[in-house]
């Protein structure tokens, strides 16, 4: 298919599932951050995305949703109620004033704290440069407007893999530390175990008696017959 017909683009460093789940649970809603300068498109966006049963905050400008994100540094600008309210995910325009969609997507990455948030871009423009910048930037997919109720529904999957990613990291931590664990109380088993071994398992050497006899006659175990004794009992046996 050429490019030029395509009106999504996804970044290939994973599969997008079918979207049968929500990040963090079922029964709670997730919760989008919607960024657009326009309010005829902002609103589309958040009617679709409440339709998709999401939660959503809808911000003008790439300023305001540093702000929303506890992110900007100018604090003069004034405050959201939902300063602190988790966002599960970022769909904003492309091409705003003062800051585009792609700084946005930059400055969300550069922050260690919410760069694991998928953001997602949407423009009116088809311009592939910019498709391929916002997506080796770490884009989750690039969106040709309209946005349709089926780009809105491909979102939960990107909720749901960063929630499985998530829980697949911690699960690998945990076993690391019980590996760990293990690999210690074996360790020291096998110290106590030696340690023991050394004072029990060497045997003492059998009691020898030196004969008073001349100097010629060698020491003999007493626990051993005599030469002379044997030399007797085999001409016994030989009569």
């Not at 009106?7 to 789940?21: G, L």
């Not at 929500?22 to 995305?49: F, G, N």
């Not at 702000?67 to 602190?84: A, I, T």
């Not at 910019?130 to 979102?155: Q, Y």
Request: include cysteine; charged fraction near 35%; glycine fraction near 4%.
């Amino acid at each position: 298919m050429d490019r030029d017909d395509v009106v999504s683009w996804q970044r290939r460093t994973h599969d997008v599932d079918a979207f049968d789940s929500l990040h963090p649970s079922d029964t709670e809603e997730a919760h989008v951050l919607a960024v657009d300068d326009s309010l005829v498109d902002r609103k589309v966006i958040e009617r679709l995305l409440r339709i998709s049963s999401f939660r959503v905050t809808t911000v003008e400008s790439g300023s305001r949703a540093l702000q929303f994100l506890g992110l900007d540094e100018d604090k003069s600008s004034g405050h959201f109620d939902g300063l602190n309210l988790k966002v599960d995910l970022i769909i904003t325009d492309y091409c705003m004033p003062g800051m585009s969609g792609y700084d946005l997507l930059k400055r969300v990455k550069e922050s260690s704290a919410l760069r694991e948030i998928p953001v997602v871009i949407m423009s009116s423009e088809k311009v592939l440069a910019r498709i391929d910048r916002c997506l080796e930037e770490g884009a989750e997919e690039f969106i040709v407007k309209p946005v349709k109720l089926s780009d809105v529904k491909r979102l939960k999957a990107y909720m749901r893999r960063d929630s499985r990613e998530s829980n697949k990291s911690e699960t690998g931590n945990r076993a690391n530390a019980n590996r760990k664990l293990r690999e210690e109380e074996e360790e020291e088993e096998d110290n106590n175990y030696d340690e023991s071994d050394l004072s029990a398992s060497s045997p003492s050497p059998p009691a020898c008696s030196v004969s008073s006899s001349p100097p010629s006659t060698s020491s003999s175990c007493s626990s051993f017959p005599s030469s002379a004794a044997a030399l007797a009992a085999m001409d016994e046996r030989r009569l």
